[in-house]
């Protein structure tokens, strides 16, 4: 089974577990998962092997913590030392479908906007290519910073204390929403700082959103020929 597959499964057979079991299970699952430079199938086979013990052990009257002991987050650095890593091309390939998406999704938001804005008032439909690369390469690698922290975030409070869980959910809710405005701002700060350079065309509304539908359609093709997300 791939990694898809093995997570479809998992989703199915971790109902049968009971609430605390599935509880302590789920903290091991996104720990584990979190871990993003492990080897996604190795990942999803060690996790469906802890589930399948872990269902066994419950017929007989047994915990999560009889199975797996009372410091999850030790056991789980454990196996997660003794997992391979991802192989780089299988990462390369990855970052450079999110981007291709990334760009392609871009596409069709600005040209959303500006077919909308077109209806209302006179839009420049001039894109300056040397800019809009910036653009792109800069709101790139500020979503994949702000990727990185919320899963180090993740990853730092799955086993933590949850007696007083409407705190940390305001927490939570306020930090999400904090990054959210600051990349926000930097997107709008970023448009107004990089100057116009570059090859310049005219390309208006509907033409990024057919071009922007164009790309998401190959990269879909290209994902079903060559499974890069498994």
Excluded at 2 to 16: M, P, S, V, W, Y
Excluded at 31 to 39: D, E, F, G, T, V
Excluded at 51 to 75: C, I, M, N, R, T
Excluded at 160 to 180: A, E, I, M, Q, Y
Aim: charged residues 25%; neutral net charge; hydrophobic residues 50%.
């Amino acid at each position: 089974m791939n990694a898809k597959d093995l997570i479809a499964l998992n989703n199915e057979k971790r109902k049968q577990l009971n609430e605390h079991n599935r509880n302590y299970y789920e903290d091991m699952l996104v720990y584990i998962r979190s871990h993003l430079l492990l080897s996604e199938q190795q990942s999803e086979e060690l996790l469906m092997e802890l589930l399948d013990h872990l269902l066994e052990a419950q017929k007989h009257g047994k915990s999560a913590e009889d199975v797996f002991g009372k410091d999850p987050k030790a056991y789980c650095d454990e196996l997660i030392g003794q997992l391979p890593k991802e192989k780089r091309r299988n990462i390369y390939a990855f970052i450079g479908y999110l981007m291709i998406q990334l760009f392609a999704l871009i596409t069709l938001a600005t040209g959303a906007v500006e077919l909308v804005a077109e209806l209302f008032t006179d839009v420049d439909d001039t894109v300056y290519l040397g800019k809009e690369f910036v653009l792109f390469v800069i709101d790139f690698a500020v979503i994949l910073l702000v990727v990185a922290i919320i899963v180090l975030w993740i990853r730092k409070s799955t086993f933590r204390d949850d007696s007083n869980t409407f705190n940390n959910k305001v927490k939570t809710f306020l930090v999400v929403w904090f990054v959210f405005f600051i990349v926000f701002g930097m997107f709008i700060l970023m448009e107004r700082l990089v100057p116009e350079f570059g090859y310049r065309i005219e390309a208006g509304g509907m033409v990024r959103i057919l071009f922007g539908l164009f790309v998401l359609a190959m990269t879909w093709l290209l994902n079903k020929k060559f499974r890069i997300t498994k």
